[in-house]
T-cell receptor, first 117, second 115 residues
Framework: GAVVSQHPSWVICKSGTSVKIECRSLDFQATTMFWYRQFPKQSLMLMATSNEGSKATYEQGVEKDKFLINHASLTLSTLTVTSAHPEDSSFYICSASSALTGSDEQYFGPGTRLTVT | GDSVTQMEGPVTLSEEACLTINCTYTATGYPSLFWYVQYPGEGLQLLLK?????DKGSNKGFEATYRKETTSFHLEKGSVQVSDSAVYFCALRSAGGTSYGKLTFGQGTILTVHP
């Protein structure tokens, strides 16, 4: 099946700094990528949807200036958490799908654990 | 809005026991329904899906039937194995969304199977 990777798998940063998380589709061209956030023992919450070459569409309540999403190529999307604070600590998961394959399945990355101290 | 409610865990079973994880949903129209599985240290993987009422999705011995009348999509397996230990997520995709539209997830159920 299609493989999606995330880097880093975990990161610790100080309050006020910015952190960039990468999401890569390794063996297919991802025309759409999704970013989710998961709190402990809670569901995945969609943060934003990005189509390659277009601006991301953010879900209600998600601050677009705080969570910057870039999808500049068909294999890479990045999520930058700007001026991170302890409340941003969470598990961030990306997924990718391709309109080029005729399948609507989303393939998920393994997630990135962010801890802000 | 759309929502998914699934059975709270954790669920602990002995090998070869029967498994049912309940999932109910709220959505307008006819959503597509999914079960995803997340093994330790890995990303979510699609386990099975159903796109219309009365459809049965099946994979790896797991089954779930799309029940419109009860708005349910319960996951079942007749005989679990230790290798089935994972977190299971029920999800739906709204009928009104795009083909590559967003998924709404349940909270996940941790399954642990002992030898």
């Amino acid at each position: 099946g299609a493989v999606v990777s995330q880097h880093p798998s975990w990161v610790i940063c100080k309050s006020g700094t910015s952190v960039k998380i990468e999401c890569r589709s390794l063996d297919f061209q991802a025309t759409t990528m999704f970013w989710y956030r998961q709190f402990p023992k809670q569901s995945l919450m969609l943060m934003a949807t990005s189509n390659e070459g277009s601006k991301a569409t953010y879900e209600q309540g998600v601050e677009k200036d705080k969570f910057l999403i870039n999808h500049a190529s068909l294999t890479l999307s990045t999520l930058t958490v700007t001026s991170a604070h302890p409340e941003d600590s969470s598990f961030y998961i990306c997924s990718a799908s391709s309109a080029l394959t005729g399948s609507d399945e989303q393939y998920f990355g393994p997630g990135t654990r962010l801890t802000v101290t | 809005g759309d929502s998914v409610t699934q059975m709270e865990g954790p669920v602990t079973l002995s090998e070869e026991a029967c498994l049912t994880i309940n999932c109910t949903y709220t959505a307008t129209g006819y959503p597509s329904l999914f079960w995803y599985v997340q093994y330790p240290g890995e990303g979510l993987q699609l386990l099975l899906k159903a796109t219309k009422a009365d459809d049965k999705g099946s994979n790896k011995g797991f089954e779930a039937t799309y029940r419109k009348e009860t708005t349910s999509f319960h996951l079942e397996k007749g005989s679990v194995q230790v290798s089935d230990s994972a977190v299971y997520f029920c999800a739906l995709r709204s009928a009104g969304g795009t083909s590559y539209g967003k998924l709404t997830f349940g909270q996940g159920t941790i399954l642990t199977v002992h030898p």
